[in-house]
Each structure stands twice: as C-alpha cells, then as structure tokens.
C-alpha cells in the first residue's frame, strides 16, 4: 500500500512539474512573436513609351449586308495597305471578324429595323511616333469611321517592374532599419513578404478620333510613364 501510495504521489508531482512548464512557455512564445516588425516598401521608375496601340474602325450602314461586305473589305484593304506602306509589320496588324448587326429606329414606341450596320475593326501596335499623326489621317481620309482605343505603351514593361519590386524591397528594409535605429534594434530574417502591387496596363487615352474631325488627329504624348511596385514585409528584431 505504501509503495502505490508512493508511486501516485511521484505522478502527481510530475504532472503538475510538466504542466508548470506548459504554462511558462506560453508568454515565451508571445513574447517572441511581439519581437517583429512590418512595413511597407514602394519604388517606382519613370520610363518613356516606346510604342502605341489603337483600333480602326470601318463601318457601313445600308439594306444589302453583300455589298456592304464587299464595300468594308474593300477600305479595310486600304487601311491595311497603308499601315504597311507606313512601314508597319504584319504581325503588329490584326484584323477582326467581320459584325452585322440590325440598325433600329423606334417611332411611336415601335421597334422598326431600317438597315443593317455592318463592321470590322484593326488592331494596330507600332513605334512609329513621328509618323502616327499622318498614318490616322491618311486612314480616315480612305473610309475608315473611327480611331479608338489609343494606347501609349512600354514594350518591355515586365523587365521594369521587376526592377521597381527589387528597389522596393530595398526601401522596406531601410524604412525598418530606419524606424529601429532609434531603439538600438537591428532586423532579423524576413518572416513574411507580400507583393500589393501589381504590373500596370498602358496608358489609355479615351478620346476617339471620328471621320468627321480631322483637326484632332493630333498626336498627345504622354511624356514619361512611372512604373510603380510596392512591398508589405514583416522583419524578426534580431535578439
């Protein structure tokens, strides 16, 4: 009896010893946990557009879809030749199919189908800035109803961002140096790292350039495009 007494009580003892250090460990672990730091890093890099994109588009109104057909493939034809002649690449032209579409009136609250509009648009991506004014303008001069959609790009704008992801990393790290300085810190290993930007499309102009107003077939330059990146990193303060 004694002998089973002795081995509940040794038991006893060795729970309550392990869940002692249970409890111990637990403002250990917050505390480390309390020991790191987030910021966030931003970076950006001015850049020049190299290259422009728009859509030509040619539209014909009539009763006959065959002949407007006929009359839209003719000018595209056109368009086409004289964006090569202009010194534009194949691969930089692309042309789209071909859309009929009824063209309604409505009188007295009735739905009255007139015509057919039928047309078909061409996507163009160029460098030719010099140039670009005169190319629209001889375009609109052979038919073609609108020029839309201008784009001014960077070709290579992956390349860019990833050189602004890189400085804005760098900047986290000294904002966090930065702000521990001052404490007698020093930064430990990276804990967590998120990227909250993302590549940015080209800049797009939303004026469209009608048939009817050749005066604004002027080309704006954008002038430079900033290529921006930002960071969220959270740093262990070293101990």
Avoid: W
């Avoid at 250990?28 to 890099?45: E, M, Y």
């Avoid at 009359?71 to 010194?87: E, F, M, P, Q």
């Avoid at 990227?195 to 002027?218: C, F, I, T, W, Y």
Wanted: proline share 3%.
């Amino acid at each position: 009896m004694q002998k089973f007494l002795s081995k509940v009580l040794a038991l006893s003892v060795l729970l309550a010893s392990n869940v002692a250090f249970a409890a111990e460990t637990v403002p250990l672990k917050s505390v480390a946990q309390a020991r790191q730091i987030s910021v966030t890093g931003s970076a950006n890099i001015a850049q020049e557009p190299d290259q422009i994109k728009f859509v030509i588009g040619i539209e014909e109104r009539g009763e006959d879809p065959k002949k407007m057909q006929k009359s839209v493939t003719k000018i595209a034809n056109k368009v086409v030749s004289i964006l090569k002649k202009a010194g534009i690449e194949d691969a930089q032209i692309q042309s789209m199919r071909m859309q009929l579409q009824p063209y309604v009136e409505y009188k007295n609250g009735q739905r009255i189908q007139k015509e057919f509009v039928l047309g078909r648009s061409i996507s163009v991506t160029h460098n030719l800035f010099d140039a670009h004014a005169a190319i629209l303008e001889d375009i609109i001069d052979i038919g073609a109803t609108r020029v839309s959609g201008v784009q001014f790009s960077v070709s290579n704008q992956d390349e860019y961002y990833k050189k602004a992801l890189e400085l804005a990393v760098i900047n986290a790290r000294e904002r966090a140096q930065a702000l521990l300085n001052p404490l007698g810190e020093s930064l430990g290993p990276v804990l967590q790292i998120h990227e909250n930007s993302r590549n940015q499309g080209p800049v797009q102009h939303s004026r469209m350039l009608m048939a009817e107003s050749k005066a604004d077939n002027q080309l704006n330059l954008p002038g430079q495009k900033r290529i921006n990146a930002q960071v969220n990193i959270t740093f262990a303060i070293a101990k």
